[in-house]
Every structure is written in C-alpha cells, then in structure tokens.
C-alpha cells in the first residue's frame, strides 16, 4: 500500500485532470483531492503494520483458571459502491481499509464518474497487488451494486449514496443478515453568531456550501444568522458568492465548475423553481451564468424568507444552493438546527469559546465543525445520525469497518472442571 501512495503522487497531475474532466469538479480541487488520496493509502499503510502487533490482546478476566485474548481477522469479500461527487477519493476511503484489513474488494464506482477508480486499478497492478484482491465493477446501480448487497458470497457492503439507495442497500443485506456501514445524505446547517468577523464567517458559509460545486453530502446548505447581524452578513456573503470564478473546471483558477450530469442540474434547477412558488427569496444566483451558454452550470443560490416546512429546508439539494433562517436566541438556533431527518455534519462560528463547546455538544451531528465548514483529515472519524447513515469510515474506526473480532479463552488450570459427577469415580 505504501507503494500506492507514492505511485498516486508521481501520478498526481493526470489523474487530478481526469478527475475534473469526468465530475466537473475545479482541477485546484481535483489535485487536493489527489493528495488526500495518497495521504489515505500511507496512513492505512502505517495501520495495515501496526496490526500485527495488536493481535492477541489481553482481556483482563475475573477467573485465573482462564486466559483471553482477542483476535481481529478481515471480514471477508467486501462489496464497497462509491459515489460520483469524490470518484477516487470516496473509493479510496473504503479501498485503504480494507486492503490493510487484508480484505478483497470489489469495487462499484459510479455510473458517472469512473475513470480514476479504474486507473486506480491498474495502478495496483503495476505495484504489485495480487490479481482478485481488488477488483472494479463498472455499470448502472440496478445492475451492478444491487447484486453486490445481496450475493452470498459478499461478506460486507460499504456504501456511500443517498439515503433512499442506502434504504435499498440495507433491506438488500438484511435478507442475509449481512453487516452494512451507510454513509448517506445530509442537510446540514452552519449556525453564524453575532459576535463574529463577518468576513471570516461569509468566507467559511460560502466554502461550506458551494465547494465541490455544492455537491457534497456534508455541505452546511443551511444557514441559521443571528438576526442582529443578518442584513449585514447576508450583504458581505452575496459579496463573496458573486466573486467565485465559475468556469470551465480546467481553468485556472476555477472555483465553480458544471453540476456533474443533465438530470442532477434539472433537479438542481427545479429545487430553486420550488423554492419561489412556495414564496422564497433568491437573493443571488439561481441561474446559468450569462457567460456560460453550454454546460450544466449554476451560479451559486442565496435563499431567504424560507420556512421550516419548504422542501429546500428540508431536503438535499446536491448543487451550489444555500438556504437562509436568522434566530434570537441560541435554544432557537438549535432547534432549528437539529429539526432534521439528517445528521451528518453542522457548523458554528462564534468567537465564545464556551458557546462554542456547549453547542457542539448540543448538535446531532456525527461531525461538527468550530469556525470552520468541511475540513476533513484520515486520521479522524467521518459518519452520520439519524438518516444520514452510521458507522464510520476513516481513522481506526475504518480499519475496524472491515475486521472481524474474535474472542479465544483457554482453560489453564490443570485441575478438572468438576462441574459434573466423574463417572470413573465410585
């Protein structure tokens, strides 16, 4: 694995352009996301050695006629279907662990965007990667990952998607009692106090919600402004958003790129069109950029005067759309940040330190962000609550995604059990 990583990063170039050309993502984020490839396989590396070592573990007992210890095996044949907004990256969230947790995989990218994770499999073969370990399945979800949740002979699935694809994914394995970790959808806020630099927080909502052209799981899509400073903020941020590049994703300097297929920019649109005829506000955005003719672009969408009960405050939008609530109070903030089906990720920005800590742990989230939006490192766990799935992907706790833990006991004592009569005795 170690090798991937530096095969990865002599690869860097190519493949962060193969990535922006298949999902349309800004090529300055394609090749962050490069290096987050390469970082993923040398920390699972470093794991995949640390194992060894871990075997056999201890268990303290109450009983001195008896020793445990525990053993951690790899769980089998996983079946591990990724997304299209982070082809490479995505899959090799799941990839890493696996393979150090001495797994075989098959892989189901998306439909979409393919190209790298099929790249990704020729580069395992020229490091040297045993033919069937890793293995890619390219094809349309009915015909390609609905058959992976239900074979017999997959031991695990791994699955990053929407939420109503995970529902099917789960009812799938149940038939089989077949353990699943779900990484799902997410609606997520970004809760902006009063006692904030209004610069710094417009930034961190804008990079919350449109980087990756918006299309992120974990994007902070709902803004939640104190009322004493939202007319302010809200003027700053428009600022910010009308100063974001949208190009071709190969341009330099790009920070917008095109909503990644036909179908997702209508529905991207028809969101924004819902949101006007139940009487919102779009403050900014909502259309194709004037100097853009061809491709699936949208300019980056500030809603206000929406309600709890619009569907762009309560569904997933998947595209550079920003909602828009202000509050009194921080038990009002809350509530309206927590009143979600979702609970992947949520933001504050405030510069009360002790604000900060009691609302972090007030949030349902299975991520949370202090003054900042979308920052994501291997080592640290990455999941949601509620319908945005659980389990968690990343740092220890992907590795132990696809171990299996075994409990050995022996009896050490030489005296018999003693539990029954003998027979031999008179």
Same mark, same amino acid.
């Given at each position: 694995?170690?090798?991937?990583?530096?095969?990865?990063?002599?690869?860097?170039?190519?493949?962060?352009?193969?990535?922006?050309?298949?999902? /349309?993502?800004?090529?300055?984020?394609?090749?962050?996301?490069?290096?987050?490839?390469?970082?993923?396989?040398? !920390?699972?590396?470093?794991?995949?050695?640390?194992?060894?070592?871990?075997?056999? @573990?201890?268990?303290?007992?109450?009983?001195?006629?008896?020793?445990?210890?525990?053993?951690?095996?790899?769980?089998?044949?996983?079946?591990?279907?990724?997304?299209?907004?982070?082809?490479?990256?995505?899959?090799?969230?799941? $990839?890493?662990?696996?393979?150090?947790?001495?797994?075989?995989?098959?892989?189901?990218?998306?439909?979409?965007?393919?190209?790298?994770?099929?790249?990704?499999?020729?580069?395992?073969?020229?490091?040297?990667?045993?033919?069937?370990?890793?293995?890619?399945?390219?094809?349309?979800?009915?015909?390609?990952? @609905?058959?992976?949740?239900?074979?017999?002979?997959?031991?695990?699935?791994?699955?990053?998607?929407?939420?109503?694809?995970?529902?099917?994914?789960?009812?799938?394995?149940?038939?089989?009692?077949?353990?699943?970790?779900?990484?799902?959808?997410?609606?997520?806020?970004?809760?902006? &106090?009063?006692?904030?630099?209004?610069?710094?927080?417009?930034?961190?909502?804008?990079?919350?919600?449109?980087?990756?052209?918006?299309?992120?799981?974990?994007?902070?899509?709902?803004?939640?402004?104190?009322?004493?400073?939202?007319?302010?903020?809200?003027?700053?941020?428009?600022?910010?958003?009308?100063?974001?590049?949208?190009?071709?994703?190969?341009?330099? /300097?790009?920070?917008?790129?095109?909503?990644?297929?036909?179908?997702? !920019?209508?529905?991207?649109?028809? &969101?924004?069109?819902?949101?006007?005829?139940?009487?919102?506000?779009?403050?900014?955005?909502?259309?194709?950029?004037?100097?853009?003719?061809? /491709?699936?672009?949208?300019?980056?969408?500030?809603?206000?005067?929406?309600?709890?009960?619009?569907?762009?405050?309560?569904?997933?939008? &998947?595209?550079?759309?920003?909602?828009?609530?202000?509050?009194?109070?921080?038990?009002?903030?809350?509530?309206? @940040?927590?009143?979600?089906?979702?609970?992947? /990720?949520?933001?504050?920005?405030?510069?009360?330190?002790?604000?900060?800590?009691?609302?972090?742990?007030?949030?349902?989230?299975?991520?949370?962000?202090?003054?900042?939006?979308?920052?994501?490192?291997?080592?640290?766990?990455?999941?949601?609550?509620?319908?945005?799935?659980?389990?968690?992907?990343?740092?220890?706790?992907?590795?132990?995604?696809?171990?299996?833990?075994?409990?050995?006991?022996? !009896? $050490?004592?030489?005296?018999?059990?003693?539990?029954?009569?003998?027979?031999?005795?008179?």
């Amino acid at each position: 694995m170690t090798f991937a990583d530096e095969e990865v990063t002599e690869r860097k170039s190519e493949l962060a352009k193969l990535e922006a050309i298949d999902c /349309g993502k800004p090529l300055d984020e394609a090749a962050w996301d490069i290096d987050d490839v390469a970082g993923c396989f040398e !920390y699972y590396a470093d794991l995949a050695e640390g194992l060894d070592a871990k075997q056999k @573990a201890p268990v303290s007992l109450p009983m001195e006629t008896f020793k445990s210890y525990v053993l951690k095996e790899p769980i089998g044949v996983v079946g591990l279907i990724t997304p299209w907004n982070y082809p490479l990256l995505m899959a090799t969230w799941k $990839v890493a662990p696996a393979l150090a947790a001495g797994c075989a995989a098959v892989l189901k990218p998306s439909e979409l965007a393919s190209i790298t994770c099929l790249e990704l499999a020729e580069l395992c073969r020229e490091v040297g990667l045993p033919p069937g370990v890793l293995n890619i399945l390219t094809g349309l979800g009915p015909e390609a990952g @609905a058959p992976l949740a239900s074979h017999p002979n997959v031991d695990k699935i791994a699955f990053t998607g929407s939420t109503a694809t995970g529902s099917k994914i789960m009812t799938a394995a149940a038939q089989m009692v077949k353990p699943v970790s779900l990484e799902l959808g997410g609606k997520s806020p970004i809760i902006v &106090f009063e006692d904030v630099d209004l610069d710094k927080a417009a930034e961190w909502t804008a990079f919350g919600c449109f980087w990756t052209n918006g299309q992120i799981c974990s994007a902070t899509s709902r803004l939640i402004v104190h009322e004493s400073i939202a007319k302010e903020f809200l003027d700053r941020l428009v600022k910010w958003t009308r100063n974001i590049k949208i190009s071709d994703p190969l341009e330099e /300097g790009c920070r917008l790129g095109p909503i990644v297929s036909e179908g997702q !920019y209508e529905k991207v649109l028809k &969101f924004i069109t819902t949101a006007k005829s139940e009487g919102a506000t779009i403050l900014c955005g909502g259309v194709r950029p004037e100097h853009l003719k061809k /491709g699936f672009f949208v300019e980056p969408t500030i809603i206000t005067d929406v309600t709890t009960s619009m569907q762009i405050w309560r569904e997933e939008v &998947f595209g550079p759309v920003l909602s828009v609530k202000t509050f009194s109070t921080e038990e009002e903030a809350l509530e309206l @940040a927590n009143d979600t089906h979702y609970g992947l /990720g949520a933001a504050l920005i405030s510069n009360d330190l002790e604000r900060c800590d009691r609302v972090s742990k007030a949030l349902q989230a299975g991520i949370v962000w202090i003054n900042c939006s979308q920052p994501c490192f291997c080592q640290a766990p990455w999941g949601g609550n509620k319908r945005s799935g659980f389990g968690r992907e990343l740092g220890e706790w992907g590795l132990d995604n696809y171990l299996s833990v075994k409990q050995v006991t022996k !009896y $050490v004592s030489d005296e018999p059990w003693g539990w029954y009569s003998s027979p031999s005795k008179p």
